[in-house]
Each structure stands twice: as structure tokens, then as C-alpha cells.
């Protein structure tokens, strides 16, 4: 539960200066911290590939807004 909070409040945190994608990301390997699968290497990375997949679906398809950061600009 400590893991998923810290996610949460991690995301809450890194939204304005980090945009949606990298937030979201470290939430996800946060949460599946939580989940037992340690391996925050590998699943950051992961995390930060699919919630840039999910801001351009949503962006760029659906003209919903979203927070940008560093690298969502870079697929503007």
C-alpha cells in the first residue's frame, strides 16, 4: 500500500515540471512495486513508453489536454 501511495504522491509532484508521460510513468512502476515486481529499471522505462502512447492517443486524437512536459514536446 506504501508504494502505491508514494506513486500517487509522486505523480502529484512530477505533473507541472515533468508532463504527463514521465508522471504517470513512475506511477506505474510505483504501483507495480506494490505488486512485487521490483525491477524499477525496467519497469520506469515501460511505464514512461506507455503513458506517452496513452498523452499522444489522447492529445493528438481525441485534442484532449493533457499536461506536456519535456518530452511530450518533443512529439508535438
Same mark, same amino acid.
Given at each position: 500500500m506504501v508504494w502505491v501511495v508514494a506513486g500517487l504522491a509522486a505523480q502529484m509532484l512530477l505533473l507541472d515540471n515533468f !508532463?504527463?508521460?514521465?508522471?504517470?510513468? *513512475?506511477?506505474?512502476?510505483? *504501483?507495480?512495486?506494490?505488486?512485487?515486481?521490483r525491477k524499477?529499471?525496467?519497469? *520506469?522505462?515501460? !511505464?514512461? *513508453?506507455?503513458?506517452?502512447?496513452?498523452?499522444?492517443?489522447?492529445?493528438?486524437?481525441?485534442q484532449l489536454s493533457l499536461p506536456a512536459g519535456p518530452l511530450e514536446h518533443l512529439f508535438l
Open positions: !508532463g504527463f508521460s514521465i508522471a504517470t510513468g *513512475v506511477l506505474f512502476a510505483l *504501483v507495480a512495486a506494490g505488486f512485487g515486481r524499477l529499471w525496467l519497469t *520506469v522505462p515501460l !511505464g514512461i *513508453v506507455l503513458c506517452l502512447g496513452i498523452w499522444l492517443i489522447f492529445a493528438g486524437l481525441l
